[in-house]
C-alpha cells in the first residue's frame, strides 16, 4: 500500500495573533487538551516547536524557561515518540512594544548564541519566528549542526502580510539550500535540510482573490476537504501547521480558524478518507524522521 508521509507540526509560541499576540497559556492547554486527544489515535505523532530565546529570556529570566518547566513533560512526549525542536523568535523591544527582528546580522546572532543550549536539548529541529530567514541566519543553523529547518512558506509575498519573509521562489518539496540563495535548492549547498511547511489554495470566506495558505488542522473542517484533496493529488507527503491555541474555545467565531480541537479530529479524519481513495495510509513521522528519509539515511544510528 502506498504511504502518505505525514508530518503534523506545532508552534508553540504562547501569543494569541488573532488578539494582538496577546500571551496564551498554550503549554498547560497543550498538555490538558491537546495530547490526550492525539493520544486516541496511537499512531498520532507530531513535531512541538517550543521557544527559547532573548524575548523569553527579558520576559521569564532564562531563555530555557519553557524547556525548565516541562522538561518532564517534554521527555514523555519525545518517549512516545513525538519530537520537540526550537522555535526561536527573534524579537526587538521598541517604543510600541515587541517587534519582529529583521536584521539578518542581529538575528543570526542570537540564533549563533542560544544553538548550544539548544543542541544541549538534543534538538535537532527548527522553525523560526515568523518564517525569517536570510542566507546569513540559514548557514547559521547549518553551520550549528541542526538537521533540518522547516521554517519554509512557499508563496507569493501578500501586501497584506505584516511580517517579513522571502519564500516566492521556494519549491513544496524538501531540499538543501543553495548556499547563495536559502530560499531554493542549488550548489554549493548548506547540510542542513529545509521541509517546506505544506500549502496550497484554501478560500476563507472573507478572501477577495485566491490566497495560498499553509495546511492548518484547526481550520474549519468544511473549508479543508478540497484543499486536501488538491495536496494529496501532487504530493505523497503532508506537513501540517498549527498553533495550540487555534484549538481553544475562543472568544468570538473566525473565518478560517475554527478553535476547536475537534476540527483537527475531523480534518485528520478527512485526510484519513482521502487518502484510503487514493489507495494510500497515513504514516505519521517526525520532521527529522521524515528528513532522514528523505536523505535516504534511514539507517543511519
Ligand atoms: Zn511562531
Known amino acids: 500500500m502506498k504511504q502518505l508521509k505525514v508530518c503534523v507540526t506545532f508552534d508553540v509560541d504562547l501569543s494569541d495573533y488573532t488578539n494582538d499576540g496577546a500571551e496564551v497559556d498554550e503549554l498547560a492547554f497543550l498538555f490538558s487538551e491537546v495530547i490526550p486527544e492525539l493520544r486516541r489515535d496511537e499512531r498520532l505523532r507530531a513535531t512541538w516547536f517550543v521557544r527559547l530565546d532573548a524575548q523569553v529570556e527579558a520576559l521569564y529570566g532564562h531563555a530555557d524557561y519553557f524547556f525548565e518547566r516541562y522538561e518532564r513533560e517534554f521527555r514523555a ?128 470566506p472573507y478572501d477577495r482573490a485566491a490566497v495560498t495558505r499553509y495546511i492548518n488542522l484547526a481550520y474549519h473542517p468544511e473549508l479543508m476537504k478540497a484543499p486536501l484533496a488538491a495536496w494529496l493529488e501532487r504530493k505523497d507527503h503532508l506537513v501540517t501547521i498549527t498553533h495550540p491555541y487555534e484549538l481553544m474555545p475562543a472568544r468570538e467565531a473566525h473565518g478560517l480558524l475554527a478553535f476547536d480541537l475537534n476540527a483537527m479530529r475531523r480534518n485528520l479524519s478527512t485526510l484519513e478518507e482521502l487518502a484510503e481513495e487514493r489507495g494510500a495510509e497515513l504514516s505519521f513521522m517526525t520532521l527529522s524522521e521524515f528528513a532522514l528519509m528523505t536523505m535516504g539515511v534511514e539507517n543511519h544510528a
Not at 87 to 101: A, F, I, R, V
Not at 130 to 148: C, I, K, P, Q, V
Not at 186 to 200: A, F, N, R
Open 77 to 204: 512526549l519525545s518517549a512516545e515518540g513525538h519530537e520537540i525542536g526550537w522555535h526561536p523568535h527573534s524579537y526587538l523591544k521598541t517604543d510600541e512594544g515587541w517587534k519582529q527582528n529583521t536584521s539578518s546580522e542581529s538575528v543570526r546572532e542570537e540564533l549563533e548564541r542560544y544553538a548550544p543550549r539548544v543542541k544541549g536539548y538534543g534538538i535537532k529541529s527548527v522553525r523560526t519566528g515568523w518564517g525569517f530567514h536570510t542566507n546569513e541566519t540559514m548557514r547559521a543553523l547549518s553551520d550549528s549542526g541542526f538537521l533540518l529547518d522547516s521554517s519554509a512558506i512557499p508563496r507569493p509575498a501578500y501586501s497584506w502580510e505584516s511580517s517579513r519573509k522571502d519564500w516566492e521562489t521556494t519549491p513544496c518539496e524538501p531540499y538543501f539550500p543553495s548556499q547563495a540563495d536559502y530560499r531554493a535548492p542549488g550548489e554549493p549547498h548548506l547540510s542542513i535540510l529545509e521541509v517546506p511547511m505544506s500549502v496550497t489554495e484554501i478560500a476563507a
